[in-house]
């Protein structure tokens, strides 16, 4: 059998121990919230991670990487918010090579070379794709930093402002600064 069949095969089960290994870096009362809410509006966090693993997951096993960076964008700007450090917020890419070997590891111990070989080609596109995966949080990372920066000079302006330390020269926009 050829390894895109059985993930395809496995889907629900590569699908549900990925999701469970990305809510154990969660504390547990909120991997239970996570887990037990289902509506998309109850639990945005949730739905985004289970529909971002399905999306990610279909697009590894179809070759089609055109999509892919959309839902892996989905789950990256959560765990960038949440102050997730580089490793933790793209782990959950590797860790669904785990997974997925303990899925064929019965296939595996058949010795086929070829499902092997099929198995490190996946592998590698996994890799690649945890690449994306780091530029996309250092980008959303970068971006709050931005905002927080520019939160700070706003305060900073209003308070000076406010204690009349700040002068206006003429034709000058003194917010500008």
């Given at each position: 059998m050829k390894l895109d069949q059985i993930l395809e095969k496995n889907k629900a089960v590569i699908l549900q121990g990925w999701v469970e290994i990305i809510l154990k870096a969660y504390p547990d009362e909120t991997s239970r919230f996570i887990k037990s809410r289902?509506?998309?509006?109850?639990?945005?966090?949730?739905?985004?991670?289970?529909?971002?693993?399905?999306?990610?997951?279909?697009?590894?096993?179809?070759?089609?990487?055109e999509r892919i960076a959309s839902f892996i964008?989905?789950?990256?700007?959560?765990?960038?918010?949440?102050?997730?450090?580089?490793?933790?917020?793209?782990?959950?890419?590797?860790?669904?090579?785990?997974?997925?070997?303990?899925?064929?590891?019965d296939d595996l111990a058949r010795q086929d070379a070829g499902l092997v070989r099929e198995l490190l080609e996946f592998e590698s596109r996994i890799d690649e794709q945890a690449k994306l995966a780091f530029d996309i949080y250092m980008k959303c990372r970068e971006r709050l930093y931005e905002l927080k920066t520019d939160e700070f000079k706003r305060n900073t302006f209003r308070l000076l402002q406010q204690a009349n330390l700040i002068c206006e020269v003429e034709g000058q926009d003194a917010s500008a600064n």
């Amino acid at each position: 059998m050829k390894l895109d069949q059985i993930l395809e095969k496995n889907k629900a089960v590569i699908l549900q121990g990925w999701v469970e290994i990305i809510l154990k870096a969660y504390p547990d009362e909120t991997s239970r919230f996570i887990k037990s809410r289902k509506d998309r509006f109850d639990n945005p966090v949730g739905h985004a991670i289970s529909t971002g693993v399905e999306g990610i997951f279909n697009c590894l096993v179809e070759g089609g990487n055109e999509r892919i960076a959309s839902f892996i964008d989905d789950i990256i700007r959560i765990r960038a918010v949440q102050d997730f450090r580089p490793g933790q917020a793209v782990g959950f890419m590797f860790q669904l090579k785990s997974v997925i070997r303990d899925v064929v590891a019965d296939d595996l111990a058949r010795q086929d070379a070829g499902l092997v070989r099929e198995l490190l080609e996946f592998e590698s596109r996994i890799d690649e794709q945890a690449k994306l995966a780091f530029d996309i949080y250092m980008k959303c990372r970068e971006r709050l930093y931005e905002l927080k920066t520019d939160e700070f000079k706003r305060n900073t302006f209003r308070l000076l402002q406010q204690a009349n330390l700040i002068c206006e020269v003429e034709g000058q926009d003194a917010s500008a600064n």
